[in-house]
């Protein structure tokens, strides 16, 4: 998986604000994590905070576009291994468990975020169905090159155990369910052929 970042070429500022947001939203939730906390924790002044994000639910929506910059990261270095279609989509599955084992051990930052903006309308919920959709194409974009049985219906299946990994992870430890992700995984993909 690529290495964790925000974005390139914003300010200092900017990108400690997104740093300390991400963390705590990420760990505390969202709505439980004041602008006065990022604020201080982030060393700037509020003015600075609101030069860069109008509200915090600009930060928010920021905060998610790292999450989906960072698995595109990961797609692209994946993608750029070289490997074969079929070794590519195991690749992926590794991919997205190392994810979750390493940066996603408190669930899904897109789900997480999604149960706390129950507006369908919001920027957040529409930045949430927006990395989805991309998510979810670009996996049947990897099945499809790889031959899978229905690429559309598979990826569908996928993102579900993926949403389902991510919550179990969460409760009941992610050395119990990595190995029933990968063989479920492994299995909906076709791999196991």
Not at 75 to 93: N, T
Not at 100 to 105: E, F, L, N, Q, Y
Not at 116 to 135: I, K, L, Q
Request: aromatic share 8%; charged share 25%; glycine share 10%.
């Amino acid at each position: 998986m690529a290495a964790r970042t925000t974005s390139t070429g914003a300010s200092a500022a900017r990108e400690r604000l997104l740093q300390t947001a991400s963390e705590l939203f990420y760990r505390e939730g969202i709505h439980a994590v004041g602008v006065d906390r990022i604020i201080a924790e982030a060393g700037v002044t509020r003015a600075t905070f609101y030069r860069h994000f109008p509200s915090k639910e600009d930060l928010v929506e920021a905060y998610l576009g790292v999450e989906d910059a960072n698995i595109r990261g990961a797609f692209d270095a994946a993608e750029a291994s070289g490997a074969e279609p079929g070794q590519l989509v195991g690749l992926v599955i590794e991919g997205l468990a190392d994810d979750v084992a390493r940066h996603h051990t408190r669930g899904c930052p897109f789900i997480n975020a999604a149960a706390e903006y129950p507006d369908p309308e919001s920027g957040v919920r529409r930045a949430v169905a927006e990395h989805r959709e991309w998510f979810r194409s670009e996996l049947e974009k990897v099945l499809g090159a790889a031959e899978a049985d229905d690429p559309g219906a598979t990826a569908g299946q996928l993102v579900l155990l993926r949403d389902a990994a991510m919550v179990g992870g969460y409760l009941d430890g992610w050395e119990r369910v990595r190995p029933s992700f990968i063989a479920a995984a492994t299995r909906t993909a076709g791999l196991d052929r």
